[in-house]
């Protein structure tokens, strides 16, 4: 009887993840077949408003690089302060805070900085996107780092404050060190999120057509111009749209890759 | 003279009321190993811990009596209960090193590791950071083993090697007393003997205290022995006394291995 309800459990474990794997494998096919057909090398030469892709690519990454450049910083100093320096219910409350907004669907994220940024600045910005990512980007920086300083022991800490260093210089030099791979995968990990969100830009940045480097603007993006490409009527216009959900999933494949190898190198 | 003496200690955890260790009086001798044995939970690390003040890192502790330490230079003795201040502390930590029980290399080369403590001192003369590098990995004995691979990783020795070498960060920096918190009990019995070697070596220049649950341990390198039961000293001794001849019956239900 126990054997036949172990059989009956596993049977059922391996349909589940062959049921959920199906559907990984049809989405990723899907996107192969049609992103593929209409792929060509000139999607990197033109800008949209010539049938390419370039400036929304290019737009993408500079959005995701100032969301960076703000919330790794911010996140990397609050998750050291929660790990090295904070106690107390007023840190625990942080924390919670923190993993809350985590878990904060982003098109709220998006509304939140419509409010705050684009309304007062009069329209929509490249900064106003940069700062609704950087919001998406900030509580899972703060995670990672908060999680990875707890995995360092104790006494590493203290053997740096016995051999006369002060508590900063032992944080600075030596637990960080000690918990850098961590934290670089867990940063990789959180920018591939952002490079690839669609909702905090829709109302922050926008889109557009045309190549820009001017922040004070509606920016090119290229998960936006995915949602309004697909939302044409041409033929064309879709195609290019799978086209770019190709280019994007590739990119974010790659960050992802990036990330577990170098989890993998630390391990080995 | 004793380099250190401990005076009508007491010593209370944040959050607690019952103090963790009671007036407790020992002197650590000058060029000496003293050892702290007793059985778990009987304060010895405790005590230990108090001689660099490594317990501040956790606020909200309890002092009471004197720790006093002698400047052998202006023959005068200073309270170490009385510092406050971070730049006290960090001279304080300089002259009293501190060894752990699992080896804490930084995740960094062996040569940096051992040139920490020196750099954070202000030494930045290349040459100076250089000689005494290999002046502490010789006088730890482990010259030998790396100096052809100084810019490696410590990460890649093995634990005998990186506490020998958290030995020499920790002589780098000529401390007058150096703290071992049951150092070779996470080491196979060859890199045991080793570090054993060792610290009967350091203690021409260096005064040792000794936290070990290894009875032989403390019988074969220390001169003193403190015999520590629940938060009290029971008795302090030269270690072939307390060994041969203890004078109180708790010491010697311990030592014969009735209890503990």
């Given at each position: 009887?126990?054997?036949?309800?172990?059989?009956?459990?596993?049977?059922?474990?391996?349909?589940?993840?062959?049921?959920?794997?199906?559907?990984?494998?049809?989405?990723?096919?899907?996107?192969?077949?049609?992103?593929?057909?209409?792929?060509?090398?000139?999607?990197?030469?033109?800008?949209?408003?010539?049938?390419?892709?370039?400036?929304?690519?290019?737009?993408?990454?500079?959005?995701?690089?100032?969301?960076?450049?703000?919330?790794?910083?911010?996140?990397?100093?609050?998750?050291?302060?929660?790990?090295?320096?904070?106690?107390?219910?007023?840190?625990?409350?942080?924390?919670?805070?923190?993993?809350?907004?985590?878990?904060?669907?982003?098109?709220?994220?998006?509304?939140?900085?419509?409010?705050?940024?684009?309304?007062?600045?009069?329209?929509?910005?490249?900064?106003?996107?940069?700062?609704?990512?950087?919001?998406?980007?900030?509580?899972?920086?703060?995670?990672?780092?908060?999680?990875?300083?707890?995995?360092?022991?104790?006494e590493l800490r203290e053997a740096g404050i016995a051999l006369g260093a002060s508590k900063?210089k032992v944080?600075?030099d030596i637990?960080?060190?000690?918990?850098?791979?961590?934290?670089?995968?867990?940063?990789?990990?959180?920018?591939?999120?952002?490079?690839?969100?669609?909702?905090?830009?829709?109302?922050?940045?926008?889109?557009?057509?045309?190549?820009?480097?001017?922040?004070?603007?509606?920016?090119?993006?290229?998960?936006?111009?995915?949602?309004?490409?697909?939302?044409?009527?041409?033929?064309?216009?879709?195609?290019?749209?799978?086209?770019?959900?190709?280019?994007?999933?590739?990119?974010?494949?790659?960050?992802?890759?990036?990330?577990?190898?170098?989890?993998?190198?630390?391990?080995? | 003279?004793?380099?250190?003496?401990?005076?009508?200690?007491?010593?209370?955890?944040?959050?607690?009321?019952?103090?963790?260790?009671?007036?407790?009086?020992?002197?650590?001798?000058?060029?000496?190993?003293?050892?702290?044995?007793?059985?778990?939970?009987?304060?010895?690390?405790?005590?230990?811990?108090?001689?660099n003040?490594i317990?501040?890192?956790?606020?909200?502790?309890?002092?009471?009596?004197?720790?006093?330490?002698?400047?052998?230079?202006?023959?005068?003795?200073?309270?170490?209960?009385?510092?406050?201040?971070?730049?006290?502390f960090i001279k304080l930590r300089q002259r009293v090193g501190m060894i752990f029980?699992?080896?804490t290399p930084f995740?960094?080369?062996?040569?940096d590791n051992v040139a920490y403590g020196l750099k954070i001192a202000?030494?930045?003369?290349?040459?100076?950071?250089?000689?005494?590098?290999?002046?502490s990995?010789?006088?730890?004995?482990?010259?030998?083993?790396?100096?052809?691979?100084?810019?490696?990783?410590?990460?890649?020795?093995?634990?005998?090697?990186?506490?020998?070498l958290c030995i020499a960060r920790a002589v780098a920096l000529k401390p007058?007393?150096l703290l071992?918190?049951?150092?070779?009990?996470?080491?196979?019995?060859?890199?045991?003997?080793?570090?054993?070697?060792?610290?009967?070596?350091?203690?021409?220049?260096?005064?040792?205290?000794?936290?070990?649950?290894?009875?032989?341990?403390?019988?074969?390198?220390?001169?003193?022995?403190?015999?520590?039961?629940?938060?009290?000293?029971?008795?302090?001794?030269?270690?072939?006394?307390?060994?041969?001849?203890?004078?109180?019956?708790?010491?010697?239900?311990?030592?014969?291995?009735?209890?503990?």
């Amino acid at each position: 009887m126990r054997l036949l309800v172990n059989k009956i459990f596993l049977a059922l474990s391996i349909l589940s993840a062959l049921i959920g794997l199906a559907f990984l494998g049809w989405i990723l096919s899907t996107l192969f077949i049609k992103g593929l057909s209409s792929f060509h090398f000139n999607l990197f030469l033109n800008d949209l408003i010539d049938g390419g892709l370039r400036n929304l690519i290019i737009g993408q990454f500079i959005l995701a690089a100032i969301a960076a450049a703000i919330g790794i910083p911010l996140g990397m100093a609050a998750g050291i302060y929660l790990q090295e320096y904070g106690r107390g219910k007023y840190t625990t409350l942080i924390r919670d805070l923190s993993d809350i907004m985590m878990s904060a669907p982003s098109i709220v994220i998006g509304a939140f900085v419509y409010a705050v940024v684009v309304i007062p600045t009069g329209g929509t910005s490249g900064f106003a996107g940069a700062i609704a990512l950087a919001i998406m980007m900030i509580p899972v920086v703060i995670n990672t780092t908060d999680n990875m300083l707890s995995l360092v022991p104790r006494e590493l800490r203290e053997a740096g404050i016995a051999l006369g260093a002060s508590k900063y210089k032992v944080i600075i030099d030596i637990v960080i060190k000690a918990a850098k791979v961590g934290i670089m995968t867990g940063i990789l990990l959180a920018f591939a999120r952002i490079i690839g969100e669609t909702a905090p830009l829709l109302f922050t940045s926008e889109t557009s057509n045309y190549f820009s480097l001017d922040l004070t603007e509606s920016f090119p993006s290229l998960t936006v111009s995915i949602y309004d490409l697909a939302n044409e009527p041409e033929e064309s216009s879709r195609d290019l749209a799978w086209a770019a959900s190709f280019i994007l999933t590739v990119l974010v494949l790659i960050i992802n890759l990036a990330g577990r190898f170098i989890t993998r190198n630390k391990e080995n | 003279m004793p380099i250190m003496n401990i005076k009508k200690f007491s010593f209370t955890y944040p959050k607690t009321e019952y103090p963790s260790l009671r007036n407790i009086t020992l002197p650590i001798e000058k060029n000496k190993i003293t050892a702290l044995i007793g059985p778990s939970g009987c304060g010895k690390s405790t005590l230990l811990r108090a001689m660099n003040r490594i317990h501040d890192l956790y606020p909200g502790n309890k002092y009471d009596g004197v720790i006093d330490i002698l400047d052998s230079q202006t023959n005068t003795r200073k309270n170490i209960l009385d510092i406050k201040k971070e730049d006290e502390f960090i001279k304080l930590r300089q002259r009293v090193g501190m060894i752990f029980q699992k080896p804490t290399p930084f995740p960094m080369s062996i040569f940096d590791n051992v040139a920490y403590g020196l750099k954070i001192a202000g030494i930045k003369n290349k040459t100076e950071l250089k000689d005494r590098v290999e002046d502490s990995l010789k006088g730890s004995a482990l010259w030998k083993e790396v100096h052809d691979r100084l810019g490696a990783s410590a990460m890649g020795l093995s634990g005998g090697q990186q506490q020998r070498l958290c030995i020499a960060r920790a002589v780098a920096l000529k401390p007058e007393i150096l703290l071992f918190d049951e150092p070779t009990s996470a080491l196979d019995p060859i890199s045991t003997g080793a570090i054993e070697e060792l610290l009967v070596e350091l203690k021409k220049d260096i005064s040792i205290a000794i936290v070990t649950h290894n009875m032989q341990q403390a019988s074969r390198i220390s001169d003193f022995t403190a015999f520590m039961y629940l938060g009290d000293l029971i008795e302090y001794d030269k270690t072939e006394n307390i060994f041969l001849n203890p004078k109180e019956k708790q010491t010697e239900d311990y030592i014969t291995g009735r209890f503990g």
